[in-house]
């Protein structure tokens, strides 16, 4: 093991880790707010990155007004998910709302064979973030190096938006007690469309970097990370916004650890990422970062 | 906190279940139902032979899948009838899936009664339908499914491309005459066409070297993963003069162009799955100089009848492909050796076109003129092998391996 391989596997797996985080903070703001998983989210994830390429493939967009664009509409596609299968179901036991959202997420994986097929799309090749940079013997593109500070910025950014404004005083106050906040005047439901646009944008957002990095987009790109994001999300609290952040950063580190030291066990990375969610959820069913939350008889 | 956690977990077991199912669901609208070749004319059992079509069209191979059937396709419009009746494909898509698989073909055979069945790409699909094809006693034409264990023990199952063990055997000889001395080798857990299609190149690299530690790094990968920046990393520490990636054609790129990202500038070579426009599109100028090896080349047709299908198909594919696919004129191989064994059979009877094919000799392919060995693979020894430049495949050599 030399410090310069080392350095390298330290940064793929900075990198890799943050861009989990972003996608996991999506699963925990909805959890935090709705009690929720919304198991559509990954699949979101994918329809940005489709998004993506029909607008710079399609529509020949130059790459920073695609890049709003997606996020416009994936912000659209989130809140339309929000309003037509959870909305309704909002009083609803929270098993049919559960199961609402994993039908949400096999209607966009198939609804995206049907209108993209099954065959791999290229994402397009930004240059901005494709390019590859040395230093020294290290080899790595823009888009390994900016994820984890964009993951940084945007993590700041919502904490910001929820400690600070007013909606985030109201989204706090809507996942302490769902009921009270209403009595209180709260609008819920545009409270719960905002934590969604956030949400959804951090998936766009995550979705351009994923497929700068990983450039074959197809109907199933989203099952794989949507699962890890969600396991990032409970190790590092669910509910918990930076612990979404921490636990994307852990998850990421160690698959990418894994290889590093156990190279006959490159093929269980996978495996190992649903073995670290059931000790966490066995160990410390809270997470890292999770409040200690008391259920009330 | 209990109810929680008993939640989540139930729900994990719930996923994981999903997940495991949601493949095989996620077939387009196109594929809950078979498609029929002869939709117009539905045709009653007497004047219609039915002809199974067996490849993905969705999932990992559904490129590869749909070049494939291209060329069935192909073939059934040039040779549309067999002892005076109309051949009729029927279409089903077994999503590069090893349980879809075994259900596909189970359709074809119990439900559309088909006489005999062409695919699949991919080898793993293939060995999954084996047992099914060989107790229904319907005898199955493989196109470009190479691992060996697809006909292996299994007497109604033949194909028209050559088998792993000799490609990886050409392979390994390229590499060692470029000066090779040193290969890393990279697989798909779980996919036996990739694990088989390595492990023959690793055998014949370390005969060929003749040194056992020429192979420095043999890592793993499995389905849907993204992320091949840590084994390449690793990879890349032990400084290889090759790396052979026998992968999908929609995994290959994302190695091809994480591994140039990465600055590595070994050799990178892989299979015949990567002979797909996807490898160029995806990977853009990372694909440069990536070596494969493949069953033909349009550039060198080799028999009469490969000389028509050129030029006819060469027709059909303008504007949508740059150059004729290897899988594709092996598809058409596979429809017309299935048919000419049927004429000659003289009836629809499994065990009778089983015997016909069988007893095919000097049968004028595209792709060469065909034998079947005893266990039911063409007796092929000649490998094209090609390379990508200005974002083309381009032919390099062609390779006799006894």
Redesign the interface.
């Known amino acids: 093991m030399t410090g310069q391989l080392f350095l390298q596997q330290l940064i793929n797996g900075i990198s890799l880790g943050s861009l989990y985080a972003l996608l996991a903070i999506g699963y925990t703001m909805v959890y935090g707010i709705l009690r929720l998983i919304n198991f559509a989210h990954g699949d979101i994830f994918m329809m940005a990155a489709y998004f993506m390429i029909f607008s710079i493939m399609t529509f020949k967009l130059p790459w920073f007004i695609a890049i709003i664009i997606v996020i416009v509409a994936t912000v659209a596609l989130g809140v339309l998910i929000e309003k037509t299968a959870y909305k309704p179901l909002r009083n609803a036991p929270r098993m049919s709302i559960m199961i609402s959202a994993i039908g949400a997420s096999f209607l966009l994986e198939n609804l995206a064979t049907y209108l993209f097929t099954g065959v791999p799309k290229g994402f397009p090749d930004i240059k901005v973030l494709t390019t590859a940079v040395k230093l020294g013997s290290l080899s790595l593109t823009i888009a390994t190096l900016i994820t984890p500070f964009v993951t940084l910025l945007l993590l700041y950014l919502v904490l910001f938006i929820t400690n600070k404004t007013k909606i985030g005083m109201a989204m706090r106050a809507v996942s302490k007690d769902f009921e009270t906040a209403k009595l209180m005047g709260i609008n819920i439901n545009k409270v719960i469309s905002s934590t969604f646009v956030i949400g959804s944008s951090l998936a766009a957002i995550g979705a351009i970097l994923w497929g700068s990095r990983y450039p074959s987009i197809m109907p199933l790109t989203g099952v794989m990370p949507g699962l890890k994001c969600f396991i990032a999300a409970v190790l590092g609290g669910i509910g918990n916004t930076a612990g979404a952040v921490v636990g994307g950063f852990i998850l990421g580190m160690a698959e990418i650890m894994l290889v590093t030291f156990l190279p006959a066990f490159t093929g269980y990375r996978d495996a190992m990422a649903f073995v670290i969610l059931i000790v966490v959820l066995l160990v410390k069913p809270t997470g890292l970062l999770g409040e200690k939350v008391t259920d009330k008889v | 906190?209990?109810?929680?956690?008993s939640?989540?977990?139930s729900?994990?077991m719930?996923?994981?279940l999903?997940?495991a199912c949601?493949?095989p669901?996620?077939?387009?609208?196109s594929n809950q139902e078979p498609q029929t070749g002869g939709e117009e004319e539905p045709g009653t059992e007497e004047d219609v032979i039915k002809i199974g079509v067996f490849e993905p069209?969705?999932?990992m191979n559904?490129?590869g899948g749909?070049q494939e059937l291209g060329g069935i396709q192909y073939a059934n419009k040039m040779y549309p009838e067999v002892l005076g009746k109309k051949i009729e494909l029927v279409v089903v898509d077994n999503?590069s899936d090893k349980g879809e698989a075994t259900t596909a073909v189970t359709r074809l055979i119990e439900k559309d009664k088909v006489v005999a069945i062409i695919g699949s790409y991919g080898s793993a699909v293939s060995i999954a339908a084996g047992d099914i094809i060989k107790n229904a006693q319907i005898p199955a034409m493989g196109a470009s499914c190479t691992n060996p264990m697809v006909t292996q023990g299994n007497p109604f199952y033949f194909r028209a491309c050559f088998l792993d063990p000799f490609q990886g055997k050409v392979m390994a000889t390229y590499a060692v005459e470029q000066g090779a001395k040193t290969a890393a080798v990279i697989m798909q857990?779980g996919d036996d066409y990739s694990v088989g299609l390595a492990n023959f190149f690793i055998d014949a690299f370390k005969q060929l070297t003749g040194d056992p530690n020429s192979i420095v790094?043999v890592?793993?990968?499995?389905l849907?993963?993204?992320?091949f920046?840590?084994?390449l990393?690793?990879i890349?520490?032990k400084n290889p003069d090759v790396i052979f990636a026998p992968s999908a054609a929609?995994?290959a790129?994302?190695i091809i162009?994480?591994a140039?990202?990465?600055?590595i500038d070994a050799l990178i070579m892989g299979g015949d799955t990567w002979e797909n426009p996807?490898l160029i599109?995806?990977?853009?100028e990372a694909a440069e100089g990536v070596v494969l090896s493949t069953f033909f080349d349009e550039n060198d047709p080799v028999t009469n009848e490969a000389k028509k299908f050129v030029e006819g198909y060469k027709k059909e594919l303008a504007g949508k492909e740059p150059i004729i696919p290897a899988v594709a004129a092996l598809g058409y191989d596979a429809y017309i050796l299935l048919r000419d064994a049927i004429e000659r059979a003289g009836s629809t009877d499994g065990v009778a076109i089983r015997d016909a094919l069988k007893a095919t000799k000097d049968f004028e392919g595209v792709t060469g003129i065909i034998n079947f060995t005893e266990e039911g693979d063409a007796d092929k020894n000649l490998a094209v092998i090609k390379t990508i430049k200005d974002g083309q495949f381009v032919f390099v050599d062609s390779v006799e391996v006894q």
């Open positions: 906190m209990k109810k929680v956690l939640l989540l977990l729900l994990l719930v996923l994981t999903f997940t949601s493949q669901n996620n077939g387009g609208p069209l969705t999932g559904g490129g749909q999503k857990n790094d890592s793993e990968f499995q849907n993963e993204s992320d920046n840590a084994i990393t690793n890349k520490a929609t995994t790129p994302l162009k994480q140039r990202d990465l600055g996807a599109d995806v990977a853009g």
